[in-house]
Nanobody, 124 residues
């Protein structure tokens, strides 16, 4: 069982940056693929990024490639999403996710665990 708590959301102007954090409970953090999803009002939840157990492989949704970076710190049981060059269309609730399948890539099915989400609002 994994519990995920997001933080770092807020209001930012277009072109700005934010870093989201996801603190995970449990001693097996390193054995979970970590990911981020987002959901804007009236839209379906969208895959944003995922990172492998080791941190050596990362995967991104097309809309954020080149702007967002996912990372993880095993010592702190925390995953991060660095968001740069933010656009108004990035406005959404961002959810942290974890999955025990080492081959999970984030874009093919829902993960095992979800966080409660953090709001990101980008003003124009």
């Amino acid at each position: 069982q994994v519990q995920l708590v997001e933080s770092g959301g807020g209001l930012v102007q277009a072109g700005g940056s934010l870093r989201l954090s996801c603190a995970a409970s449990g001693r097996t953090f390193s054995r979970y693929v970590m990911g981020w999803f987002r959901q804007a009002p009236g839209k379906e939840r969208e895959f944003v990024a995922a990172i492998s157990w080791s941190g050596g492989s990362t995967y991104y949704g097309d809309s954020v490639k080149g702007r967002f970076t996912i990372s993880r710190d095993k010592g702190k049981n925390t995953a991060y999403l660095q968001m740069n060059s933010l656009k108004p269309e990035d406005t959404a609730v961002y959810y942290c996710a974890a999955d025990s399948d080492p081959y999970y890539r984030g874009y093919d099915r829902s993960p095992d665990y979800w966080g409660q989400g953090t709001q990101v609002t980008v003003s124009s």
